[in-house]
Every structure is written in C-alpha cells, then in structure tokens.
C-alpha cells in the first residue's frame, strides 16, 4: 500500500520520455489505444499523467512545433499537476520525516502550472540551452568514472557481491551527508561547495539539500540531530528519494555500465516519480533495475517498459482503473 496520503483518490500514472513519444508521435496501435485509454481516465477525474520537471528541457531538444505539440498533449492528461524538482521533494520529505508531517501528493507535486510553456520563444531557447548546458556538465563529471569502469568491466560480481557493492556505494552517499550535517552543527554555518567544471561550478548536492533545509524549512539543531540519528541508523530507507537515487546510481556503477546524461536524468524521474505513482513507464533497462533493486515493490508500483507484452499488459491494467470506478 502507498504510504503517501492520495486525498483525490486517482490513479497517477507515469510517463517518461519515450513514453509521451510514443504516445503523441507514433502510429502504434497499442500506443493509440494507451493515449485513448489514458485520455478517457483523465477525462473521468480517475486518473493524471504529471508532467515531470525534466519533461521541458528534454522536450526542447525536438524540433519547435513537435516539442510544442507534444507539450500541448502532455498538459491535457497531466491534470493540471507536475513534479517539483528533486530537490525540493528530498528537503520536504527529510523534513516531515523528522517532524512527523504526512507526505502527500502536494509533496511532490504542483497543482497549479503554465500551459504549454514551450510556444514561447525565450523558453524554448532557455530550456534548450540549459540542457545543453547539463549535457556538458553530466558528460564531464562521468568521464573519469567511465574511464575506471571501462578497464574494470571483466571483473564479474555475484548476486551477493552485487548485493554489498550496491551497499558500500549507498553508505558513502548517507555517510556525506551525516558528516556535512555534524560539521553544520559543530560550526554554526556551513558554505556550499562548488563542484567544477569547465563550463562553471554548480553546488554540492549534499550542501545544497542542506541549504534548502536550513533557509526553506528552518531546520533547528535539535531536528539536524535527529536526522543524523535517523540516517546512521536507517541509511536512506526511510527517505524515497535519496533511497531510489543512491540505489540506482549504485547498481549503475556496480553494474560497470558508462554514465550517461540520460541515465543521470532517468534517475531524477524515478526519484521523484515512483513512490506516488501507481503505474510506471520507463525503459527496458531502468525496468530491470527497479525490479532487481526491489523499489517496485517497496513504493507499491507497476513498472512497464515498451515491450510489446508490457504495452497489452498496461492497457489490461488501465482498462481495469476504468472498470474499477464505474
């Protein structure tokens, strides 16, 4: 069961990327047949497609008219809803984990967005650049690491040894932050790192998590305690977003596969995504990861890829939804 409070009672459905696409630009049948079922749900107030805060700077990357054309589609299935950014959901979610608040849908979630922000201009230039911008940066920081996994792709690990890599790897995330979080209360500030690159330094994401808890959500020292005390004893476990990207991020590396700047977008997606959605589409490859890593399990959600049995398997699930409510 979902531990986050869904008030409006609807079925939220997730879409990547190559989702929307085959959606709104194939020809498909099973497509067609997904979009009109989706269509009908939302339509019926039974369900909502999100749009994810990526969606706008990956969309850009289109030709013009496709990319406002597809955005125009993805807003009348979105409810009026899209995720907020990573990073505002993981302060949120740290924070009302400490103070007992229930996570809800406005968790994660705006109820009140721009339609169809891509037909202006300046925007369109803006998103485009800034995942221009993002590529570069992504690129530069996996190149080192790519580099070590290239040479180490032979070594081949067992289910086991899988098993304590992926947890190494997720202990020196939670480790980061206990220490940032302990160096905060030991002298009173703490100042965001930098993290270089070529094309300009972007903040430490540990600091910046930091940041917004302290200036957003008026941490105290008592409530960092508690939350140091809370990740030694629990890790991430208990906090969906930083669990879901250090899992993945772990079993990319473990896995010896080259970081892409679509993997690491990918991980954004499913951070914020899977724990409120009861129905997940993404592709083959981040399928089988969430299946091996158990997340579809622990946050209670269907995941399908493009495959042509997964495709007649959502549509037997989202005709259920409808057949449900009737």
């Known amino acids: 069961m979902k531990s986050v409070l869904n008030h ?18 194939s020809d498909s049948q099973d497509w067609l047949k997904i979009r009109d079922i989706i269509k009908k749900g939302v339509g019926q107030g039974q369900m909502i497609c999100p749009i994810s805060s990526e969606h706008c700077i990956e969309t850009s990357q289109k030709e013009k008219n496709k990319a406002i054309e597809l955005d125009m589609e993805f807003y009348k299935i979105s409810g009026g809803f899209s995720f907020k950014s990573e990073m505002f959901v993981t302060s949120q979610l740290i924070i009302s984990l400490i103070r007992k608040n229930n ?28 995942k221009q911008l993002l590529d570069k940066k992504i690129n530069e920081c996996t190149q080192i690491v790519n580099g070590i996994r290239n040479v180490s792709r032979h070594v081949y690990a067992d289910k086991l040894m899988k098993s304590r890599l992926i947890k190494i790897q997720q202990d020196i995330l939670s480790s980061s932050m206990i220490s940032r979080l302990k160096e905060l209360l030991q002298d009173g500030h703490i100042y965001i790192r930098g993290v270089h690159f070529t094309s300009g330094d972007v903040p430490d994401w540990i600091d910046e998590i930091i940041y917004q808890l302290i200036n957003r959500h008026r941490m105290t020292p008592k409530e960092a305690k508690l939350i140091i005390n809370e990740i030694e004893h629990n890790g991430f476990n208990n906090i969906p977003t930083l669990n879901i990207r250090s899992s993945l991020s772990a079993i990319i590396a473990v896995n010896n596969k080259n970081e892409t700047v679509n993997d690491q977008i990918d991980i954004m997606r499913i ?16 399928k089988h990861e969430i299946i091996e890593l158990g997340l579809d399990q622990k946050y209670d959600t269907q995941i399908f890829c493009g495959t042509k049995y997964d495709k007649e398997k959502l549509i037997f699930e989202l005709e259920n939804i409808l057949q449900a409510n009737k």
């Open 103 to 130: 996570i809800t849908l406005k968790t994660y979630l705006h109820d009140k967005i721009i339609e169809n922000p891509m037909s202006d201009e300046d925007n369109f230039k803006i998103f485009s650049y800034s």
């Open 8 to 25: 409006r009672n609807v079925s939220i459905i997730y879409l990547d990327q190559f989702a929307t696409s085959g959606m709104f630009d």
């Open 271 to 286: 951070a914020t995504g899977l724990p409120i959605s009861n129905i997940f589409l993404t592709d083959k490859q981040r």
